[in-house]
């Protein structure tokens, strides 16, 4: 290792802050270091450590003087404004009796935190344990001549170990190729038989800035697409790829340390997001065009994308099959625009079923998606204040439809106390039966939707007799009964006590009930209503059978 020679700082602090910056990551992992250009506030680093924050100052003293004291001590006094737990002061120099004094007592006593000195001896360590760094930094030219040398002959030589010297070599070859740069990490992917390069933690920012050119040409549909979300992700946020037919050039300094030349390559944008005071709750809901404004939708927003012109802020309702995105752009003038995503999963993206849930919830999410249309608008409400945009989109009549079927869901739930789910698919079945139940309790009465063909054991005496009332046209029939078994979504519930009326009923197999009441054998007889009659259902009082 060639000696750093901390002097040669003395004219240079903004290459020793560079280089301390770059040491301070690495012995303190997560640590986010501040750009002083702009006023550092007190603060070249911080750090939240397991007792809370750090503050981390560097100095490029290598002799600390009266006038070196008071600057350090101004940077304390500084940096007490954020109260840290405690503070370091990272400096080429190790403490003389004096200045051990003066820090460890003296300045230690005007401050509630505690004070470490970080001084040569622990520079030097960190230089020996990090060789990329001092290899990009501090290494002489002619050192690394000699260390090319050695490494072109050793690959020269023959394997005379055999399989354990290979390993020996491959592993010396992986940790070279991480010295090879301070800001990127180089490993071979054997998946993708190929070199990666990524970049290392705690890399300073500045070091991974690249430039980059475009060509999106104006005869492309897929390119002018491509260029639309490009833009779009810029100015308000999210994810986009742009792939390397449309990337003419990309060019970073420090890919430069590994020999990699300007090229073009697929060049993915990820999110920068800022989650600051989320989790929020927003409420939602359609109101004007003369009609009353559907019921709150509440929804919960999780996580803000941010762009140069605006962020998105993406959230979900309780089911999870409600998506929203909310774009809020940055304020020209006094008003602040706003536009909203929504999107509605039938389970088969998320996973999160229709018949998973309350559905009461769900009558929700339909009663604000059936209230939707030209000429209304979308009510959002946030923590911060309220926000109305006009609905340009015509009313949807299939929600209208599923939101009536929920509320005679609801209703049918709430009246039998029954544990009733919605359907992940509706069947007419479904809807026939949830219909009828909905109108029986509603409304005391309910006509049967249905053929309904019930069926009574009789001796061949009881026979005869109803036989004889009956007659061949029918008649009417009222019976009262204490059960109405109903079958919805695979479940059965009960609407009784309840009274059955047929306006005119027959008996669908009288003559073979006749032959086997004639040869004395019991009876099974099966009634209907006749044709153009109905059955009504009710909740009137019970009454025996009559005519």
């Keep these: 290792m060639v000696e750093v020679r901390w002097e040669d700082f003395e004219e240079d602090p903004a290459g020793f802050e560079r280089l301390a910056k770059q040491l301070v990551t690495r012995e303190f992992p997560g640590a986010i270091c501040i750009d002083g250009r702009g006023g550092d506030g007190g603060i070249d680093a911080r750090w939240n450590g397991p007792d809370g924050l750090v503050i981390i100052e560097m100095k490029k003293f290598t002799r600390i003087n009266a006038t070196g004291r008071r600057q350090i001590k101004r940077s304390l006094t500084r940096a007490a404004e954020h109260r840290p737990s405690r ?49 990009a930094t501090r290494d002489s030219a002619h050192a690394e001549v000699l260390r090319a040398v050695s490494e072109a002959r050793a690959e020269m030589d023959f394997l005379n170990g055999g399989v354990p010297d290979f390993a020996r070599r491959a592993a010396a070859l992986h940790r070279r190729g991480s010295e090879l740069s301070p800001t990127w990490n180089v490993r071979w992917d054997e998946s993708a038989k190929s070199v990666v390069v990524e970049p290392k933690p705690g890399a300073l920012k500045e070091d991974l800035r690249a430039e980059f050119t475009f060509d999106f040409p104006t005869h492309d549909t897929e390119a002018q697409e491509t260029r639309q979300r490009y833009e779009r992700t810029i100015a308000l946020g999210g994810t986009v790829t742009v792939p390397a037919q449309y990337v003419t050039r990309v060019s970073n300094a420090a890919l430069q340390e590994l020999g990699i030349p300007a090229g073009s390559a697929e060049l993915t944008f990820e999110a920068v997001e800022n989650n600051e005071g989320l989790p929020m709750g927003v409420t939602l809901r359609v109101t004007g065009g003369g009609k009353a404004p559907t019921r709150p939708l509440h929804v919960t927003m999780t996580r803000r994308e941010v762009g140069t012109q605006g962020v998105t802020v993406h959230g979900r309702d309780a089911t999870g099959l409600l998506t929203v995105q909310l774009v809020m752009y940055r304020p020209v003038g006094p008003q602040v625009r706003m536009s909203a995503n929504l999107a509605l999963d039938d389970g ?29 608008q979308a009510e959002i409400t946030l923590p911060g204040g309220q926000f109305v945009a006009p609905l340009t989109t015509p009313a949807d009549l299939g929600f209208a439809k599923l939101r009536d079927l929920l509320r005679d869901l609801v209703n049918v739930r709430d009246t039998v106390g029954a544990a009733l789910l919605a359907p992940h698919t509706w069947t007419i079945a479904d809807q026939r ?58 479940m059965t519930f009960d609407c009784g006590p309840v009274r059955i009326d047929w306006e005119r009923a027959v008996i669908t197999n009288a003559d073979t009930c006749h032959a086997l009441a004639r040869a004395g054998t019991t009876v099974e007889p099966v009634f209907a209503p006749a044709p153009g009659s109905a059955v009504f259902v009710s909740t009137a009082p019970l009454d025996e059978l009559g005519r």
């Design 87 to 135: 503070w370091i002061l990272v400096v080429p120099t190790d403490p003389t009796p004096s200045l051990d004094r003066w820090f460890h007592d003296e300045l230690s006593s005007e401050v509630p935190f505690g004070l470490e000195w970080r001084g040569r001896a622990w520079l030097d360590q960190l230089m020996a344990a990090h060789p990329d760094i001092r290899r």
């Design 348 to 376: 088969s993206t998320s996973g999160a079923r229709a018949d998973f849930f309350d559905p009461e919830i769900l009558l929700r999410i339909n009663e604000f998606f059936a209230g939707i249309d030209v000429g209304r």
């Design 433 to 490: 039966v949830i219909g009828f139940a909905a109108s029986l309790v509603r409304d005391g009465q309910a006509r049967v939707p249905w053929r309904w063909r019930p069926s009574v054991v009789q001796s061949p005496t009881q026979f005869l007799h109803t036989a004889d009332l009956f007659g061949p046209d029918g008649a009417h029939m009222r019976v009262g009964t204490s059960s109405l078994p109903l079958t919805f979504n695979g």
